[in-house]
């Protein structure tokens, strides 16, 4: 019934009709991003692409980890806003430069909505639809790359020569469900696979910051319209404080 309302609504030219865009847009940001991406994966695994360009190969394992991650959070996106009556595009992957400029290859991906929300519960299903999606993959990503994953005895951290992550409440449950270590006494040379699933985590908590256009700011506005503002504005200005007590979340 609410799609038929819809239709009635963009034939009496109440609500705007969007028009076609360019198809071949989306599919040509994919390629570029499957690049990208592997050309992360690959310096990332110690692949000079220049000099060993036959072994580019190596950055599949984290791109194609990574990209799936990626393509389930906004496939969810899609497929709840299609069941829900509102048009929107196909995904827009967006590629960056491999490191060291960026340390993924890739500034994520986002869809567009191209016609008018029928409500706020429509907003909310389809804000907490991409979160999930991404999380139902991010989670066996980590566990298949745990699994391959080298671990060593704690060392100063001056000898080791990589970067060191950040871990989260639910990375550091899976790393003792999966290794039954604690990252505090060991480290971990996470397999690419694992730093996919990471990266999808890391990702996904920034999107669900209550903040304006993220995924987290749709489901605030969408339960709390009249507060949704009071809450942005209170969680922005906590960044502040945080980074005080912790200069890495600056």
Do not use: C
Not at 34 to 41: D, F, N, P, Q, R
Not at 169 to 176: A, C, G, I, M, V
């Amino acid at each position: 019934r609410m799609r038929e309302k819809l239709a009635g609504f963009y034939e009496a030219g109440i609500l705007p009709v969007s028009k076609k865009g360019k198809k071949w847009i989306n599919p040509l940001l994919l390629a570029a991003t499957l690049v990208t991406t592997t050309l992360a994966g690959a310096i990332l695994a110690g692949v000079n692409p220049i000099r060993e360009p036959t072994l580019l190969y190596q950055g599949l394992p984290f791109s194609l980890s990574l990209m799936a991650i990626l393509g389930a959070h906004e496939l969810g996106h899609f497929l709840v806003a299609r069941h829900r009556g509102v048009e929107v595009s196909w995904p827009y992957f967006i590629p960056a430069p491999p490191p060291p400029l960026t340390l993924w290859g890739t500034f994520g991906a986002f869809i567009k909505i191209k016609s008018a929300l029928p409500d706020r519960r429509a907003l909310l299903d389809i804000g907490i639809a991409g979160p999930l999606a991404g999380l139902a993959l991010t989670i066996p990503a980590i566990v298949i790359g745990l699994h391959l994953s080298e671990v060593r005895e704690a060392l100063p951290s001056s000898d080791i020569p990589s970067i060191s992550l950040g871990t989260s409440l639910l990375f550091s449950l899976l790393t003792h469900w999966v290794l039954g270590i604690s990252s505090n006494s060991h480290h971990i040379i996470l397999h690419p696979i694992a730093f996919a699933g990471w990266t999808g985590m890391f990702v996904t908590a920034i999107n669900l910051l209550p903040v304006g256009q993220l995924d987290g700011g749709h489901i605030i506005y969408a339960l709390f319209k009249k507060r949704h503002f009071l809450i942005t504005r209170a969680t922005f200005v906590s960044f502040f404080p945080l980074g005080i007590l912790w200069h890495g979340w600056f």
